[in-house]
């Protein structure tokens, strides 16, 4: 309530906008589970635990009332923000409960690259690609996600396909090395969000540094999402992201629930159809 004893307006426009269906609220994240796929590191790193629930009680005698459960995780399963703090490049950048929320809400922007994705599994975007989206659509905004849709989400189900593993390592799309650094240093994005287990393509280690999205993005304090779901339903741009992880204090990542908010036009009724459509009248 503001000091006037009314409601403000903004809000209330936000508010009465989300119950007209005027914007609609999309679900961005990938449920979590313990099918939920993970980044499968080589020897000899060491792999983070996946995701499982503990029953503690369920309504019975531990808990005659009441369910519930412990959660056993790491930081950087299913659909999750990588902080600052995640890559040697950022070390002594902000841990992700020290994220300021402001950077959490953000314009969302869309690049659709699913078809070269679907045609070549090692397909890397290049600046190149980002200004050429730019000529169309603007610049990059500030403050912005930049999400990459490659329609890797299809395989979120299916672990093998979505790792896309052989004896050369695995095989999902991503960002160039110089795209990485072009992001990082010359364009004014919060983050960077991919349909895939995480942001950089999955042979990067191989390239020149290796993982180059977390060298860049996280060495000047800027963010990854990963494993994002339903980018298909976005417009290139005039959608609104919220993140939203745990702040775990000391923590480099966090599973995190991700909304868009995307303007919808009304349909026209069937009166106001005719009325379009009528001839005019003099």
Known sequence: ????????????????ALSSGALEVLDLTAPLSSGTPSLKLPDPFVNLIDFRLEEVAAFNEPGP??????????????THLDA?????????????????????IGPAVVLDFSG??????????????????????????????????????????????FLNID?????????????????????????????????DAGNA?????????HYYLMGNNKYGLTLLQNLAQLPPTGAMLIVAPLPIVGGTGSPAR????????PEPTEALAETLGAEPTL
């Open 205 to 213: 280690g191989t390239f020149d540094p290796p993982f180059p999205a």
């Open 116 to 161: 070269q994705a679907a045609l070549d599994p090692d397909f890397t975007v290049e600046v190149a690609d980002i200004q050429a989206w730019e000529a169309e659509h603007g610049p990059l905004p500030d403050g912005a996600w930049l999400l990459l849709r490659t329609g890797w989400d299809k395989f979120a189900d299916d672990e093998a396909a």
């Open 84 to 104: 600052p703090a995640h890559w040697i490049s950022g070390r002594d950048g902000d841990d992700v409960s020290q994220v300021p929320p402001r950077r959490l």
């Open 65 to 78: 009332f009441w369910r519930h459960n412990n959660i056993h995780t790491g930081e950087h399963i299913g």
């Open 258 to 265: 991700v909304y868009a908010l995307v303007e919808r036009r």
């Open 167 to 199: 004896d050369t390592g695995s095989h999902t799309p991503g960002i160039s090395a110089e795209c990485a650094r072009w992001l990082g240093e010359e364009r004014p994005i919060t983050g960077l969000g991919v349909e895939t287990v995480g942001i």
């Open 1 to 16: 309530m503001s000091l006037n004893g009314t409601e403000p307006q903004l809000i209330g426009s936000f508010l009465e």
